[in-house]
């Protein structure tokens, strides 16, 4: 059974930076996909990054492409999104998730595991 937990987040004004942890234990990941979701009141939840383990390539949504930074700590567990540059409207529960032969990376529903949430808050 694969457990998440995540760690991070929290408030900053418009500009600064945070950085979330994902710390996944139970198994190996070859063949995993790790992503970053977030979810604002009211909105779906949506895409942020994502990387394969096997190969680390990387992949980010639009908004956030050039902001934000998924990576991870050699061949340990922890997946990591830096965050800079934070806008008020990146206010949202971030997720961390995990998902075997994932084939689209931006596809929620391809993502078995799911970390338990935190909290980021960009005021203006």
């Known amino acids: 059974q694969v457990q998440l937990a995540q760690s991070g987040g929290g408030l900053v004004q418009a500009g600064g930076s945070l950085k979330l942890t994902c710390g996944a234990s139970?198994?190996?990941?070859?063949?995993?996909?790790l992503g970053w979701f977030r979810q604002a009141p009211g909105k779906d939840r949506e895409f942020v990054a994502a990387s394969y383990w096997d190969t680390d390539n990387k992949y980010y949504a639009n908004s956030v492409k050039g902001r934000f930074t998924i990576s991870r700590d050699g061949a340990k567990n922890p997946v990591f999104l830096e965050m800079n540059s934070l806008r008020p409207e990146d206010t949202a529960v971030y997720y961390c998730a995990a998902g075997r032969d994932v084939v689209d990376v931006g596809r929620s529903s391809m993502y078995t595991y799911w970390g338990q949430g935190t909290q980021v808050t960009v005021s203006s």
């Open positions: 139970g198994r190996t990941f070859s063949r995993y996909a």
